[in-house]
């Protein structure tokens, strides 16, 4: 019994380690470029997704109310979409876990309109998964939910086997944060996970004003300067590091053209900055900006581009009242 213990706390501990080395090795690669980067992904900690709930609840950040909009009052549309008889089971499955606030819409109509299908969220924290599922039991106790711990891809290659018809949601614009390329593959490698006729259900933002886009990203409250420079904070909690966070500040763009956002942490002096687990200092001139994310917006040229080589077509595209946000529903085909 002591052993087993030990074993499972070496394992812990062991993949405690994987992560923060990989956390080290990614800021090293990237401080290491002439035009400094950081991976966004690091942004979710556990003050980085409180963070995040709360710009979910800004007034300026429209993505989240425009993307709940659709679900709410269009939902069935989005249904007749998916083209599945409700006397035929499917199996529903969400890419990222979220607190269901979306998708609870989709699932009470479902429900009610008697639908027969298994709710799969998928997410990589337990956590999450486990939170989402004590609430949709408590809330829809008739719908059957079937939750995921793991890689996306490692989870969709093992329900493969089932050859049920399947719907997958990948909302939010959380495929913003990836580059065009790396879009591609992403859906290319969805689309081999699936087979003939399933449904991707794509939730992007829209390429739109400045006026609209930037504060989204630059709010008055100041929640999205904290939570790109929670960042500096990590490395500093968990690398060693010693950044001064009064000399960094947060500086969003957005190129109106190309609908892409970027996210930067603008040095505001000259400065130098020692990060002991990679043993190295790093300088920052005043004004430096190191790129912490993207978060692209999009249209029907973009997407199409994106799907290309992906064995998708698009069969619909669902937009909230003021067509901020679109649902696309894409076809495997
Ligand atoms: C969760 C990736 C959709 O890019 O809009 C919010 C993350 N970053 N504010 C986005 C985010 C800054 C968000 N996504």
Redesign the pocket.
């Known amino acids: 019994m002591i052993e087993l213990y030990k074993s499972k706390i070496e394992k812990d501990i062991n993949e405690a380690e994987i992560l923060i080395n990989t956390f080290r090795d990614d800021v090293e690669k990237g401080l290491d470029k002439i035009e400094k980067t950081l991976p966004?992904k690091y942004?979710y900690n556990k003050k980085g997704d409180a963070l995040?709930v709360e710009?979910m609840n800004l007034p300026e950040?429209y993505?989240t109310r425009s993307e709940f909009d659709i679900f709410k009052n269009k939902t069935e549309q989005l249904i007749e979409a998916f083209n599945i008889d409700s006397n035929s089971y499917f199996e529903l499955i969400e890419l990222g876990a979220g607190d269901g606030l979306k998708t609870k819409e989709l699932l009470k109509t479902l429900d009610s309109k008697n639908y027969k299908f298994n709710y799969f969220p998928i997410d990589i924290s337990l956590n999450a998964l486990s939170l989402l599922e004590k609430d949709l039991n408590n809330d829809m106790p008739n719908v059957s939910v079937k939750t995921q711990q793991g890689d996306y891809f490692e989870v969709l290659n093992s329900l493969k086997q089932s050859k049920k018809p399947k719907v997958v949601l990948f909302l939010?614009?959380?495929i913003?944060?990836m580059t065009d390329e790396q879009a591609s593959s992403f859906i290319s490698k969805l689309g081999n996970n699936l087979q003939k006729g399933d449904k991707l259900l794509l939730g992007v933002?829209l390429i739109k004003p400045e006026a609209i886009v930037l504060p989204?990203?630059n709010d008055s409250k100041g929640v999205?300067a904290s939570?790109?420079l929670n960042l500096l904070d990590r490395m500093n909690n968990e690398l060693g590091a010693n950044f001064n966070l009064n000399y960094f500040k947060h500086h969003p763009e957005y190129n109106e053209k190309t609908g892409v956002?970027k996210?930067f942490i603008k040095s505001t002096i000259n400065q130098t900055v020692e990060i002991k687990a990679i043993g190295k200092s790093y300088s920052f001139a005043k004004d430096e900006k190191i790129h912490t994310?993207i978060?692209r917006k999009y249209n029907d040229t973009l997407i199409n581009q994106i799907i290309l080589n992906a064995n998708f077509v698009i069969n619909n595209k669902i937009m909230d009242s003021k067509a901020y946000f679109a649902d696309y529903i894409l076809t495997r085909y």
Do not use: K, P
């Open positions: 966004s942004f995040f710009i950040y993505l939010g614009s959380n913003g944060n933002d989204a990203y999205t939570f790109n956002a996210s994310e978060s």
